[in-house]
């Protein structure tokens, strides 16, 4: 399995721009993609971003389209998410995902789960 530690939240003003760190560790990180979910109070987790280990494709959920990028490092194992244009409804808590499967992590179903990072946003 691969560890990941997520950082980077915080309390930021609506309008603001936050962003998020995924460092990962543990076995070789090669070939995973990675993700992001979150979990607002309440609610179930839902799929953020996604993007593939060659960064070929790149899948966002659409209440974050144009406003969220998620980008990687492969040499330094790490996975970002540029959040900008941030609402309330983007209050939650954001994980970290990574998986072999594209299709899994997708799904929800990744083997590697960070443990959450919160972000607030404030009206």
């Known amino acids: 399995q691969v560890q990941l530690v997520e950082s980077g939240g915080g309390l930021v003003q609506a309008g603001g721009s936050l962003r998020l760190s995924c460092a990962a560790s543990g076995r070789t990180f090669s070939g995973y993609a990675m993700g992001w979910f979150r979990q607002a109070p309440g609610k179930d987790r839902e799929f953020v971003a996604a993007i593939r280990w060659s960064r070929s494709n790149i899948y966002y959920a659409d209440s974050v389209k144009g406003r969220f990028t998620i980008s990687r490092n492969n040499a330094k194992n790490t996975v970002y998410l540029q959040m900008n244009s941030l609402t309330s409804e983007d209050t939650a808590v954001y994980y970290c995902?990574?998986?072999?499967?594209?299709?899994?992590?997708?799904?929800?179903?990744?083997?590697?789960w960070g443990q959450g990072t919160q972000v607030t946003v404030s009206s």
């Open positions: 995902a990574a998986d072999p499967s594209m299709e899994a992590l997708l799904a929800a179903n990744a083997g590697s």
